[in-house]
């Protein structure tokens, strides 16, 4: 199981710190568990699925299934491997209150199925930016700041290792 709870936490792009902080219990049980010490006990599994709840019990338990549940979820790993569309409610009218009003009543709004028109705005010219340009832009962006001074530029690198750059006064 703590090969699958590792694919779980490469999947959402946690650290186990904060997978346990999501879930709600100590770092070092997470530790624990993904050293192989500890089995993961029911709360640990229990707050596991209640803080993801698309997440297959049985493929968590048992490495049986699919990762996720049918939900529509894209579990390719990667966020920009295709768009997302997002899932239409299967009811016909949404019932929606407002809280906080005594004398406050449901209100029931319809859902249409009728695509809204397309904006399009069209540019006379093609605009062509270089990378260049881009990176001009970008610079007189951050120069003009205003009262604000840069203190710190993170680069972070494709191999997870990073950079701290530091103004010299």
Do not use: C
């Not at 493929?59 to 920009?80: A, C, D, I, K, P």
């Not at 809280?99 to 859902?111: F, K, M, Q, W």
């Not at 700041?145 to 010299?168: C, H, N, W």
């Amino acid at each position: 199981m703590k090969e699958r709870l590792i694919q779980l936490l490469d999947l959402e792009q946690l650290s186990p710190s904060k997978f346990a902080d999501i879930i709600g219990v100590q770092r070092s049980s997470i530790s624990h568990v993904i050293s192989g010490r500890n089995k993961p006990s029911f709360d640990f599994l229990q707050k596991t699925l209640k803080a993801f709840p698309g997440l297959n019990a049985t493929w968590l338990m048992l490495g049986e299934g699919t990762m996720y549940e049918q939900m529509g979820r894209n579990v390719s790993g990667n966020l920009f491997d295709s768009p997302a569309t997002p899932e239409e409610p299967s009811q016909e009218h949404i019932s929606t209150s407002e809280e906080g009003h005594a004398d406050s009543e449901a209100v029931e709004t319809p859902i249409t199925n009728e695509p809204e028109p397309e904006k399009v705005l069209e540019s006379p010219t093609p605009v062509q930016l270089t990378e260049t340009s881009l990176q001009e832009e970008t610079l007189k962006e951050i120069a003009t700041g205003g009262t604000m001074r840069i203190v710190q530029v993170m680069v972070i690198y494709e191999d997870d290792t990073f950079k701290a750059l530091l103004p010299s006064h």
